[in-house]
């Protein structure tokens, strides 16, 4: 049975995936997991794959979400990034990690995706 997190998660993912649709992103897969961690979306646009990172918080605003993304945490996105690129004989393909951010409140939702959300 689901935790009220991981349904937070989900929910999360799931607004963040049709916000990114409606951005002209076109999702590959979801939830791609492999020994190194998961991938919340893997998305292409244009020519370009995108690793999104998704996290959702009970807040006023997107900070605390964006706080979340800590050192360890990016680490690890990267290595499942390097897994499923390697998989996927993608190893020469553009690509870059995008941040989504959920923000759930009283007043409604807020989603702000920041583009090369890590840099190496």
Known sequence: MPTPRMQLGAYGEALVANHLQAQGYRIVERNWRCTSGELDIVARQGDEWVFVEVRTRRAQDTNPAIE????????????????????????????????????????????????????W
């Open 68 to 119: 979340s993304l800590t050192t360890s945490k990016q680490n690890r996105l990267l290595t499942a990034i390097n897994t499923y690129l390697e998989t996927h004989n993608l190893e020469e393909s553009s690509w870059r990690v995008d941040l989504a951010v959920v923000a759930l409140n009283r007043r409604g939702t807020c989603i702000e995706v920041i583009r090369d959300a890590i840099s």
